[in-house]
């Protein structure tokens, strides 16, 4: 995973509730990505960023917001759960010098 | 808007057999990746096709790209169960951002 390392590993959030879930590289990665996967689908693009800063919605960014204080650190924001947020939740990152992304063991978020 | 194709969806092979998965997308891109995954895992990087006519073999997997046809294609020469894993290609867009398409479900039969 390149040290992509994500936390919580699983949760469980009732509706309405809300989380942050972390991912931290400490390979001083400019470009960092959250995606989430819901089941036998590929993966979504939720939010970018390419340098502390600096983030951009990607294809399904409603119901989350991010922030990219740090390089090291780009935390993903549910506020008010649902359950069609229910999904696994992958961050990556690229290492300098390439355009490849590596990406964190992911967390799995069920929304009940 | 990129979009990603993949199919088949769910392949069923016996070890010892042949397979090609295709992959078509929709714009131009000059990078294209494949990954496996296994299940409850994450992603693991088996391919970059970076420029038309790029090939490039792993053991039994072979990844071809042609960026005139938006078309990719892996490959699977002599399946093992080993190689039993859903698998994904991607395309790269501006900002590196990646749209995938929705997976090969490819399980390997003795």
């Known amino acids: 995973n390149a040290g992509v390392t994500q936390t919580p590993k699983f949760r469980i959030l009732k509706i309405g509730q809300s989380m942050t879930l972390q991912c931290t590289q400490d390979m001083n990665h400019n470009y960092m990505y959250w995606y989430r996967q819901d089941p036998g689908m590929g993966l979504k693009l939720i939010y970018y960023s390419v340098g502390a800063g600096i983030t951009d919605k990607g294809e399904v960014p409603n119901g989350y917001n991010v922030s990219r204080s740090t390089t090291e650190d780009f935390p993903l924001r549910l506020e008010l759960a649902a359950p069609s947020q229910t999904s696994v939740y992958f961050c990556?990152?690229?290492?300098?010098?390439?355009?490849?992304?590596?990406f964190g063991p992911g967390t799995r978020l069920t929304v009940t | 808007e990129l979009k990603v194709e993949q199919n088949p969806l769910f392949l069923s092979m016996q070890e010892g057999k042949n397979y090609t998965i295709y992959c078509n997308y929709s714009?131009?891109?000059?990078?294209l990746y494949w990954y496996r995954q296994d299940p409850g895992k994450s992603l693991e990087s088996l391919f970059v096709l970076l420029s038309n006519g790029a090939v490039k073999q792993e053991g039994r997997l072979m990844a071809s790209l042609d960026t005139k046809a938006r078309l990719s294609t892996l490959h699977i020469t002599a399946a093992v169960h080993d190689l039993s894993a859903t698998y994904f290609c991607?395309?790269?867009?501006?900002?590196?951002?990646?749209?995938f398409g929705t997976g090969t479900r490819l399980q390997v039969t003795l």
């Open positions: 990556a990152s690229i290492p300098k010098g390439t355009r490849e992304q590596y």
């Open positions: 991607a395309v790269d867009s501006t900002a590196s951002k990646l749209t």
């Open positions: 714009t131009t891109s000059d990078r």
